[in-house]
Structures are given as structure tokens and as C-alpha cells.
């Protein structure tokens, strides 16, 4: 059985895994990268942006000239946040106002575990797979000029779109099934990261301590979710509360907040 990889602390087990994270950023972004050293919760100093910003993993190459950051994202997820931390490491790298130049490529590397919440301006909701996001000027012909190199990837593996290419895919299974079908997935364990992976979070696999905090972030999910959501009974009633003080009827209360009209009933005698 899988340990959930919409875990924090799973997550982080397969992901700060040296195997693990060159084979993931090898077919997700199609580059090879040597690193010795893999870091969680990194703060940078001074604050950029005067932002006090967390990543969860980040790493930078040996040769100094890649660093990638992978994003796991569970409750308010929006892209503005995703694009500030893409920003941020690459404003980090100018350490004063005479200095423009920007050494090295940067890579975030988005995890989505749950389906976009999002839509297009225009209002239409977004159900990729996969979304790119590349920093290079390009003409009025649409030609691209290659000067920066820094990308921005988002996965999402909640819509499956059969032209994901396959490599990308054995990565999105993995996230996928971890959380849907841990007891009996179905993985591509000849691509020797995903083999790595599977066996660090393989619910065996956990040392106790693991498990006690998994088990722990998994508690913190389920109080955050319900004051959310008690949080937003509150609100509605104090709207149907507001609605009943205007004169209007049990129906239209009704439409507007999504109550019954039993529990209008009840505001409407506790006032009295």
C-alpha cells in the first residue's frame, strides 16, 4: 500500500529523494541536473519583495547554473501565488541595484492534488493536465528568442488529457493513484524514479515517527477543512439573517443563500 502523496510529509520523503527528484525533473522538464543537496521549507535572507515566502523543495545544481523548486499545493491554490514564487527566485539572484544579470535558470514545478478551483477571465474554467509558463521574448512572427530559459510548470493530474506525453504521465499516475487507488496502483516501475518513489512510500516503508506525522498532517487537513467550513455557515446565515431584516420572503432567502426554508423558519423565531 502507498503512503498519499497529497501528504506533506510523504510527499517530501519521495520528492527529497536525490533519485527521485533528478528522474522527476529529467521528464518533466527534459534536463539533467546533478545535485548534493536537496532543502525543505527554504527561506530566503533578506525577505524578497519584503514577502517571507516558503518553498517546500528546492535544489540547485552543482554547477550553480539550474535551481528548481517543487510546489506541492492542497488548499487555496491560485496562480498569482504560483507566479510570485516564480518571480521571487528570479529577483532573489539580483543581490544589488547594479547587478541585472541573472546567473541561473530558474524552475518551479507546481503539484496540484486537487481539481483547479480556477477559471479563465473570460470565465471559462481551466481542466489541464499539464500548463507551461516560459520567460522568452519572441517577434510579431512568433518566432522565440531564446534569452532566459525559465519555465513555470503546473501538473494537475485531476484532467487526464491523452496527449500528455508519456513520461510526464507515469509521474501524474504515481501522484494520482497514491491518493485514489494506494492499494492497488498501477505504475511504470521501469522508469527507475517512479521504482524509487514507490518503494520509499510504500506504507511499510514508513518509519513510525512517519507515520505519526503523516498522520498528524492528515488531522491538521481535516480541522482546517471543517472550521472552513463552519466558517462559512456562519457567514451564510448571517446573510440570511440580513435578508430576513429587509422584509424579504422564506423563498427568496432561500435562492440566494442555499438554506432550506425550515432553517429560515428557525432564524426567522430566533429573532423573535
Not at 522538464?29 to 533578506?46: A, H, N, Q, S
Not at 500528455?164 to 493513484?177: A, C, G, M
Not at 426554508?261 to 423565531?269: D, N, S, T
Request: proline share 3%; glycine share 4%; hydrophobic share 35%.
Amino acid at each position: 500500500m502507498l503512503g498519499n502523496l497529497d501528504n506533506e510529509v510523504i510527499f517530501k520523503k519521495a520528492f527529497t529523494d536525490i533519485t527521485v527528484f533528478k528522474a522527476f525533473v529529467r521528464d518533466i522538464l527534459g534536463i539533467e541536473v546533478e545535485v548534493d543537496k536537496i532543502e525543505t521549507e527554504k527561506k530566503f535572507e533578506p525577505k524578497i519583495g519584503y514577502v517571507d515566502f516558503e518553498l517546500d523543495i528546492f535544489a540547485e545544481s552543482t554547477d550553480k547554473r539550474i535551481c528548481i523548486e517543487i510546489q506541492r499545493v492542497e488548499y487555496d491554490h491560485h496562480f498569482d501565488r504560483f507566479l510570485h514564487y516564480f518571480l521571487m527566485l528570479i529577483a532573489e539572484q539580483q543581490k544589488s541595484s547594479k547587478e541585472y544579470n541573472i546567473e541561473r535558470t530558474v524552475y518551479v514545478i507546481v503539484v496540484l492534488t486537487a481539481p483547479y478551483k480556477i477559471s479563465e477571465k473570460n470565465g471559462k474554467p481551466i481542466l489541464d493536465e499539464v500548463l507551461l509558463l516560459k520567460l522568452n521574448p519572441q517577434t510579431l512572427q512568433g518566432e522565440i528568442r531564446d534569452l532566459f530559459g525559465h519555465q513555470f510548470v503546473c501538473l494537475n493530474p485531476n484532467h487526464p488529457n491523452e496527449e500528455t506525453p508519456k513520461q510526464i504521465r507515469d509521474w501524474l499516475d504515481l501522484i494520482y493513484q497514491s491518493i485514489h487507488s494506494p492499494e492497488r496502483p498501477v505504475l511504470n516501475t521501469d522508469n527507475e524514479g517512479i521504482k524509487k518513489a514507490v518503494e520509499l512510500i510504500t506504507f511499510e516503508n514508513l518509519t513510525e515517527e512517519e507515520r505519526t506525522k503523516a498522520k498528524n498532517k492528515e488531522a491538521s487537513k481535516i480541522v482546517l477543512a471543517k472550521t472552513e467550513q463552519i466558517a462559512k455557515q456562519e457567514n451564510t446565515l448571517e446573510i440570511a439573517k440580513n435578508f430576513i431584516s429587509i422584509g424579504l420572503d422564506n423563498e427568496t432567502v432561500a435562492k440566494g443563500t442555499g438554506l432550506t426554508v425550515e432553517q429560515i423558519e428557525q432564524l426567522r423565531h430566533a429573532k423573535q
